[in-house]
């Protein structure tokens, strides 16, 4: 006998657009100006967030919006669907018809396999027949990525850990990979000229791609607007150009090329995780940038060939975590603050950019540490970073690169979780806190607090300590308690 799912249980309703969407919202795939259908809406929460932001959006659910068309999209979410359905050939039905309805992407989301352990059931097929009487067939991120892959016979991009996009044209694939890559440019400092000065809003356009690329903008790189702002403003873009380069140094713009470079050699590097592209699949812009920055394409592959596989050796790991000019050193890791992360060396970039692949961007997380002993990268969740002078640890996504995995693990309940001394060894020099973590750790270290390390790397070790010197935390500053 069959036993009955109750699968219009599963839907949800949300005060904001799920976390699929949101991410592909941050990622810049979610764009006003695409047209949006939510296959499998449920309640239609998102259809509605996305409709009061201006989004064309539409949406269709077997139980709760059955009557409504199923049409096609640029961007099609297919929502926590397929982890509810038990039939495994009705499952990769779903999918195939989502993709179908994708003019640009589909976004494909599902619970993983950490998630079990809030759940309460017993097994049914592949998957666990919920108390609640609904189905949940939980994944881990590869499996989800190979089945996607599989049953689509397309590849699969990790957006979010239990989040993928699949791209229809291979170009917009290799645009978003590019863009993931972190990017830093040095301070720039404009010398005094009227001209420029007068005019400095107009050319920003200009400026901005040049600071992005390290290259003038080819035809059709620059829209419209901005093009005739320059030209009303200086007469051509070639004298924009020039009268840029007039009021900055060589020097910054041979530092923004050597950036520029290393972002390219990092994408190219990583680009080998999927079925690296041929040229003539990458987009204008980005194929402009690799002709400009090397001899050719082969060139620029074998390049980073050479850095993606020094990331698979472990003396060279470490010889750059300890070379590295941000970050935190300890035995095992070097700890790194996500606003840090495009000041660490290409390699250490690309090591952590492979574990990115598998998992996605974990949006909460703030600290990444990148294992010098074992090829794991975690990422770890300090919602409080910014405002605590102590923060704690609330979550850790950790990839192990060996085998290809991606687990969580959940401080949030613990009475006694990690938290963090010396956050400016964390950050880089340029991080606008850094000179006050600096002084509240010269008046930590004065009063004695770190004279027992092994006792106040958790809270209630940290705690005791304080008390046991006569001291307080207030805000960033150490106060004698009353």
Same mark, same amino acid.
């Given at each position: ?5 109750? *699968? ?27 047209? &949006? ?10 259809? *509605? ?7 064309? &959006? ?8 059955? /009557? ?7 961007v099609v979410n297919l929502g926590y669907v397929i982890n509810v359905i038990e039939r495994p050939d009705e499952r990769a039905a779903t999918l195939r018809q989502a993709w179908a309805l994708a003019r640009e992407v589909l976004v494909v989301s599902s619970r993983l396999i950490w998630e079990a352990r809030n759940l309460e059931g017993r097994p049914l097929g592949d998957g666990l027949l919920t108390s609640k009487g609904t189905f949940q067939k939980l994944y881990e991120q590869s ?22 996009? &699949? ?11 590019? /863009?993931?890559?972190?990017? @830093?440019?040095?301070? &720039? ?6 001209? @420029? ?133 300890t035995p095992s890791a070097l700890y790194v603050h996500k606003s840090a992360l495009p000041a660490l060396p290409p390699v250490l970039q690309v090591y952590e950019g492979c574990a990115r692949v598998l998992s996605g961007t974990v949006a909460q997380s703030n600290l990444v540490k990148l294992s010098v002993t074992e090829p794991q990268v975690s990422y770890l969740s300090y919602p409080r970073f910014d405002h605590d002078a102590h923060p704690t640890l609330e979550s850790a996504v ?12 959940? @401080?949030?309940?613990?009475? /006694? ?32 607090? @770190? ?32």
């Amino acid at each position: 006998m069959t036993t009955p799912v109750a *699968r219009h249980k599963t839907a949800m309703s949300r005060a904001a657009l799920s976390r699929p969407l949101a991410t592909a919202a941050r990622h810049e795939i979610l764009q006003p100006s695409k047209s &949006v259908f939510d296959y499998g809406c449920g309640r239609g929460d998102d259809v *509605r967030h996305l409709s009061a932001l201006g989004f064309d &959006v539409a949406g269709w659910d077997p139980n709760h919006r059955p /009557n409504a068309e199923r049409r096609q999209a640029d961007v099609v979410n297919l929502g926590y669907v397929i982890n509810v359905i038990e039939r495994p050939d009705e499952r990769a039905a779903t999918l195939r018809q989502a993709w179908a309805l994708a003019r640009e992407v589909l976004v494909v989301s599902s619970r993983l396999i950490w998630e079990a352990r809030n759940l309460e059931g017993r097994p049914l097929g592949d998957g666990l027949l919920t108390s609640k009487g609904t189905f949940q067939k939980l994944y881990e991120q590869s499996e989800l990525s190979s089945w996607i892959e599989t049953t689509l016979g397309t590849e699969a991009h990790a957006a979010a850990p239990g989040v993928f996009y &699949v791209f229809r044209d291979p170009s917009a694939a290799q645009q978003f990979l590019a /863009n993931r890559v972190h990017t @830093y440019r040095p301070r &720039v400092q404009i010398d005094p000229h009227a001209l @420029y000065e007068d005019n400095s809003e107009a050319l920003e356009p200009l400026f901005a791609f040049m600071r992005q690329h390290a290259r003038p903008p080819r035809k059709g790189e620059l829209d419209e607007e901005s093009l005739t702002g320059i030209t009303e403003a200086v007469g051509s873009v070639g004298r924009a150009q020039q009268l840029i380069r007039k009021v900055t140094a060589d020097s910054y713009w041979e530092q923004v090329a050597i950036q520029r470079r290393a972002e390219l050699l990092i994408y190219i590097g990583l680009s080998r995780f999927t079925k690296r592209p041929r040229f003539s699949q990458l987009g204008r812009t980005l194929a402009a940038d690799i002709r400009t920055h090397f001899t050719d394409y082969k060139a620029a592959c074998l390049q980073a060939d050479r850095l993606l596989l020094a990331c698979g050796d472990p003396g060279i790991v470490l010889v750059n975590a300890r070379s590295s000019k941000v970050g935190k050193q300890t035995p095992s890791a070097l700890y790194v603050h996500k606003s840090a992360l495009p000041a660490l060396p290409p390699v250490l970039q690309v090591y952590e950019g492979c574990a990115r692949v598998l998992s996605g961007t974990v949006a909460q997380s703030n600290l990444v540490k990148l294992s010098v002993t074992e090829p794991q990268v975690s990422y770890l969740s300090y919602p409080r970073f910014d405002h605590d002078a102590h923060p704690t640890l609330e979550s850790a996504v950790t990839v192990n690169l060996r085998r290809l995995s991606v687990d969580w693990r959940d @401080y949030s309940r613990s009475e /006694n979780p990690p938290l963090l001394h010396r956050k400016e060894e964390f950050v880089g020099d340029e991080h606008p806190q850094r000179g006050i973590y600096e002084r509240l750790t010269r008046a930590e270290v004065r009063a004695g607090l @770190y004279k027992c390390p092994e006792r106040i790397g958790h809270l209630t070790g940290w705690r005791e300590t304080l008390e046991a010197a006569g001291v307080q935390i207030h805000g960033h500053r150490l106060r004698k308690t009353r």
